[in-house]
């Protein structure tokens, strides 16, 4: 039985059904018509774009899951009422880019700390399962569907203050139409970055869109002496609406901005690292994570930490709405070299009113790597940290056996520390989707025995990376570790369909 259909009415498909007398009709299997002209193909194939919001509290109201021998992490669940529900994503959307980021190739765990970086907003591009998967059976696993800017193609974040000559733009519009810019020559505007022609999206992180001319009037009176406006020159304009890309603000460049988030790396000297970390209600309202009691003279200060600086993230993986306790952890994990990234309270300040991530507006886009992601089993001595956390005793309970083989880039997926305190390893982190989160090692397992071998010595650092270099399978003996403090987050675990279980975004 055969039945014709439109997909969005941009191509004509066919359905087949296999019919069964005893089983009634299975599901229609999809599949190109011989008819379909191939100019066709990009509007067929074409995403769609997602901008989510995240309400005071509230996460983006989406799950997102990596199944086992798929790339491309997948939408498993969305949330009714939430900015995900009424923004379109859909159960089985496929998650082809985060703001200009394509990250068809990219790990899971990468996928999920471009999300959680990107802040109160972010853009995802995704494209159904069932086209996802027509296009993957025709083009192979090279498909490259996700589509970009082109190089410095991207809407401006300007920062204005004025001058003798006011702001250096002026407004003209027509009735249910965009808010265009006139540059005056030379003026504020035109220092600051703002392009001729620019349209004007956004007013201190509000959208302008459905303003009146007198309520932008208004807005930019309020704004006193200098305003954040949002932009996009006619070349970005241009290139979103052939994409059919939102000018969204994630995907903006910074120009001129009073302010950006600090970069700090730290090595530990002998008297530690020479900071206090403590959780407290931020701007919002929220827990975060500040520094406290730099004390003068040690490598905090030297990197150029401020007492009250925010925290928002450690070896470039954001901790927003992490918990004190494994802040900590993650910061324990990178051992005694240390790299930090936080905002003093003007730059929280600013961050929060614009409604973006300062971690977007690094001077290095390209967050370091993350300790977790490549190594095979790097250790880390977590004597005299300097933050508000002492770790309990490890009590071991039950143990079980892994085996692990090394992933493409040579390493296993996970890391592990030791207390100075105590004669075990245990593991500190786990890459999601990695080796050893496939073989089952949680944060927290306590190592036994590898290849056969105890640990619990004077002299395991130097026998465990004899062991690692030997040829796989890496052979863990583990048991489970009781202990405050080091229960991870992004920890997967596995459903009981054999995929990785979803997490909350």
């Known amino acids: 039985m055969e039945a014709a259909a439109d997909l969005q009415d941009t191509a004509s498909l066919t359905l087949k059904f296999e019919f069964n007398p ?42 997102l899951r990596q199944d086992l021998g798929k790339a491309v992490p997948v ?24 703001n200009d980021h394509v990250v068809e190739c990219e790990d899971y765990a990468v996928v999920v700390r471009r999300i959680r ?36 193609v ?14 250096g733009f002026s407004v003209t519009y027509s009735y249910q139409a965009p808010f265009w810019l006139v540059l005056s020559t030379g003026g504020a505007a035109e220092r600051a970055g703002v392009p001729p022609g620019a349209r004007l999206l956004e007013v201190n992180g509000v959208s302008v869109e459905k303003f009146t001319y007198n309520q932008l009037s208004r807005k930019l009176w309020q704004s006193g002496e200098q305003v954040t406006l949002l932009v996009a020159g006619p070349e970005v304009e241009e290139q979103c609406r052939q994409l059919g890309m939102p000018l969204a603000a994630p995907l903006a460049e910074g120009w001129a901005l009073p302010t950006k988030p600090r970069s ?36 905090a200060e030297k990197a150029g930490m401020q007492a009250g600086d925010r925290l ?59 300790p977790q992601e490549n190594c095979s089993a790097s250790l880390v001595e977590t004597k005299d940290l300097p933050v508000e956390d002492t770790a309990m005793p490890l009590v071991p309970c039950g143990s079980r056996q892994c085996f692990l083989y090394p992933g493409p880039g040579g390493g296993y997926g996970f890391r592990l520390t030791c207390v100075a305190s105590e004669p075990r390893l245990f593991v500190s982190q786990v890459t999601l989707g990695g080796s050893a989160a496939r073989a089952g090692l949680q944060t927290g397992d306590v190592i ?28 863990l003996k583990l048991a489970a570790r009781s202990c405050r403090g080091f ?15 979803s997490e909350l975004l």
């Open 448 to 475: 036994l025995e590898v290849n056969g071998y105890p640990m619990g010595g004077e002299n395991d650092l130097e026998k465990l990376q004899q062991l690692v270099e030997a040829e796989p399978p890496l052979c």
């Open 312 to 370: 928002v993230a450690v070896a470039g993986e954001s901790v927003e709405g992490l918990g004190h306790e494994e802040t900590v952890s993650r910061i324990r994990a990178q051992g005694s070299s240390v790299s930090l990234t936080v905002v003093d309270r003007k730059a929280d300040r600013f961050f929060s009113m614009v409604r973006l991530s300062p971690l977007l507006f690094l001077e290095s886009t390209e967050a370091p790597a993350s």
């Open 154 to 167: 991207r809407p401006r974040l300007c920062h204005v203050v004025k001058d003798e000559g006011g702001f």
């Open 264 to 299: 700090l790396h730290l090595q530990k000297g002998p008297r530690g690292f020479g900071f206090l970390l403590r959780e407290e209600k931020g701007l919002d309202g929220q827990p975060g994570q500040f520094l406290w009691e730099v004390d003068p003279g040690l490598p």
């Open 75 to 98: 939408v498993c669940r969305v949330e009714p009422g939430t900015s995900a529900q009424r923004q379109g994503l859909r159960e089985g959307d496929r998650i082809l880019g985060v």
């Open 487 to 501: 229960e991870a987050c992004d920890r997967p675990g596995f459903g009981e369909d054999g995929a990785l279980a």
């Open 117 to 152: 970086a990107s802040g109160p907003r972010v853009l995802l591009t995704v494209l159904a399962q069932h086209v996802y998967d027509m296009v993957q059976d025709r083009q192979g696993n090279s498909a490259h569907l996700s589509p970009t800017l082109g190089p410095g």
């Open 22 to 63: 005893k089983q009634g009709i299975d599901n229609p299997v999809l599949s190109l018509a011989e008819d379909l002209d191939p100019s066709d193909l990009w509007s067929l194939e074409r995403p769609r774009f997602c901008l989510l919001s995240k309400e005071e509290g509230r996460s983006f109201g989406f799950h």
